[in-house]
């Protein structure tokens, strides 16, 4: 039980490390009024929005990666980010002495690394959460410190050494996801029977997903075999002008549907049968507890290519198909879309063994080990 606990959660960096993090605490609140929740992440980064947006206490640590190739500038900004860290750790102290907190959670981002090794260090319970199916490198090394560590995937527990055996729990992902109904979404979207492949390069919108998208499509408007809804994101402006300028009637081709972003995704998601786009941590979780088909993207640019081996999850499993974008052509994704638009029994193979791998009662099960560790 966690009523009149101080639970402190530290994370921040991405929307999948901050929004889990969220839900469980706010799953927290529902069940334990009584509790007192404390998040700590840095002023520069998402969840100096999020976080107090969903209406919890925040705490700011100075904190800053370190650039992995070494030139002369980076060597610079890693003298910086040491500094920041040595800095990091008193100021982690002072929080967790003045918050007394219960039990400590770990979310992952930069800022886990002080705040829960601090934690740690002054004998407060503590857990971490590790998202993706290889572990960064903070959580490698809390994982050897922490009273309990949590897993997305069982194959992430390969690459660390806990204290005490890895529990599985999966990602929270939205309720509003689970539950929402492929019918009514698709009359809402104004969809046929036709398939709807649902594309996405992320908020900022990646360049080269953006691109071959734009090919796809002029490839395959004039087919009208499927319904295509894509989101370009902060920096894929210029994608509805290169459609037209290929001979793409945005105006009159109501089959192609393009958005900056997608604000209902739920709704998105439970209309869509092919979902092409990144495989980060939040987006597999979704894609899982949608049982939806994919063709995933990893991104190259990330951590440890964390998105490599989250798609492979999947991939083992023949629950998606994975294209590297070294080898992400026009002709490969228009082979690829066209091969499952001719079959449909493997798009609904894909998606039975997605659904199958999603753990949708995450929140609930993170909120246990929670409560196990803080009754320690």
């Known amino acids: 039980m966690l009523d009149n606990k101080r639970i402190l959660f530290a994370t921040g960096g991405t929307g999948g490390h901050i929004n889990p993090a969220i839900a469980v605490a706010d799953l927290i609140r529902r069940r334990f009024p009584s509790a007192v929740i404390l998040f700590v992440g840095t002023a520069e980064k998402m969840e100096s929005r999020l976080v107090p947006d969903a209406g919890f206490d925040f705490e700011t640590i100075d904190i800053s990666g370190f650039q992995r190739s070494l030139t002369a500038a ?39 690394g002080p705040v829960i090794m601090s934690a740690a260090r002054l004998g407060i319970p503590t857990a971490i959460h590790e998202q993706n199916a290889f572990p960064g490198v ?12 949590m897993l997305t995937v069982q194959a992430s527990e390969k690459y660390l050494t806990p204290k005490n055996p890895c529990i599985i729990t999966g990602l929270p992902v939205r309720d509003e996801i689970v ?43 004039k087919d009208e075999d499927c319904f295509f809804l894509h989101a370009y994101g902060q920096y894929g402006g210029w994608m509805p002008d290169r459609l037209r300028e290929a001979g793409v009637d ?66 083992r499993n ?23 638009l001719k079959n449909r029994e493997k798009i609904d193979e894909l998606g039975k063994k997605a659904g199958e791998m999603a753990i949708v009662d995450s929140a609930r099960r993170i909120l246990k080990v929670i409560e196990n560790v803080a009754g320690k």
């Open 250 to 315: 945005l105006d009159k081709e109501k089959h192609i549907i393009l958005r900056e972003y997608i604000s209902d995704m739920h709704r998105c998601l439970a209309a869509a049968d092919i979902v092409v786009g990144r495989s980060g941590a939040s987006s597999i979780s979704e894609i899982e507890a949608a049982g939806k088909a994919s063709i995933l993207i990893p991104s190259p640019n990330v951590a440890e290519n964390h998105q490599y081996h989250n798609a492979m999850a999947l991939v």
């Open 179 to 221: 539950s929402a109904n492929r019918e009514l979404s698709r009359f809402e979207l104004g969809l046929d029977e036709r398939p709807l492949i649902l594309s996405t390069g992320g908020s900022l919108g990646a360049r080269v997903i953006n691109e071959r998208i734009a090919a796809l499509i002029t490839a395959k408007h």
């Open 74 to 112: 980076n060597i610079k900004k890693n003298m910086a980010a040491a500094l920041k860290l040595m800095r990091s750790s008193s100021r982690a102290a002072e929080i967790i002495k003045k918050f007394k907190p219960d039990v400590a959670v770990g979310f992952g981002g930069y800022v886990s």
């Open 138 to 149: 903070t959580n490698k090394i809390l994982a050897k410190r922490v009273d309990a560590v």
């Open 318 to 340: 023949g629950a998606a198909l994975m294209i590297e974008e070294k080898d992400l052509t026009e002709e490969r994704l228009l082979s690829e879309v066209n091969e499952l």
